[in-house]
């Protein structure tokens, strides 16, 4: 069954920019059918959109590079090497690495993503008795089991960030004690931390000969030299103390904290994804030698950015035509009509999942589908705390049996999705179970 869906996967779903055109016209085409729009109102409604929603584009952006920046730092890679010599066994490896994942997952789902991949690279290099594809698999679970549920969770911090999109919509901020921190997402979390910890214990092979073991060759494969002790070599003085030196580093990462400090004197610190980046682009410079190494880092983070730059303008243009063509509506009685107070955090957290699949960066997916599920619980009598939550958690419960987040740490990795899908699927099922439980009860 793991052959046939992994087979079925590759063969039938298209990739993540060609799907965005699709659904860019589906939206297109349900605003015309479904609203008094013509075909002409519903372009330009479109075409309004394309660029509205740029400051989430760069803010999602952001995070993904200065999380990488960060997992690409000297003292972490040594800190991930120290934790990599840590287990004795091939199955205590595996579920340590799970719990790194989800615990860095949660605090910033940039760092987590990369310094995970870094992370069963250097487990697989010291362990020898280690299952690679189960380990691997283990590395993406923060990203499929609590990512969107944590610190860095794009729903929740933008809904949590003045001025965001949906200020009018939710009465302008909806903070994070509310969603992040509040004590059903925080018990949530737990159990599935817990759950999916206990489950890659049990999933481990008993049988030496049932695990992939990688050889001396493949090992040699994983090992990869920063490169950084060489730069500066042959700078001169000066050069060094601006380009090769700490100074600046030490510099700009104290004036962004000064700046964080300062902005949350008498009104308290809040997280938003502006605060958020800000600390994390502090602790990217502040962990690096020199702006150089740094820069080198930055460079190897942007090539995970691409997908964001390239689809966010066309699912703000989805944006566009479900609020310009009054799209949201229709859909938001739709739920209406489908749901109940109380089975709707469930529909939502249902629909959410299934929409992922084609749309799997969480930023973009809200921006498609807030404007109705507002909408739609507000009518319900339903909490937008609840509501926010319900999408999150559904967000990323798909996330391990859809292969777009899961590339980097597979590139880093050198193995293919279909490798790791077979231990992904029971960890999603278990993941739906425990999600569907939460948001029925």
Known sequence: MIAFLSKLSERCVPGAFAIAIGLSFLTLGAAVILTPSGPAAVVGYWGDGVWVLLTFAMQMCLIVVTGSIIADSPPVRRTLDAL?????TGRGAVVMTAAVSMALCWIHWGLGLIASAFLARSVARRNLSVDYRLLVAAAYLGMGGVWHAGLSGSSTLLVATPGNFLADRIGGVLPTSETVFSGFNIGLTLATFGGLCAMFWTLYPKRKEDAMLLGAEARARLVEDAGSASLGKNANRWLRAIEFGYAPCAALGGLGIAAVILASRGKGFSLTLDNLN???????????????????????GAGFVHGIVIQFPLYAGMFGVIKGSGLDQVLAEAFVALSTARTFPLAVYWYSGLLNYLIPSGGSQFVVEAPYIFEAADRLGVSQAKTVLAFAWGD?????IQPFWCLPLLAVAKLEFKDVLGALIPAFLLCLAIGSIAFFL
């Open 84 to 88: 990599a010599r840590i287990p004795k």
């Open 278 to 300: 800000l600390l994390f682009l502090c602790a990217a410079v502040l962990l690096h030698r020199s702006p150089a190494e740094f820069a080198r880092a930055a460079e190897r």
């Open 396 to 400: 990323m419960v798909t996330n391990s």
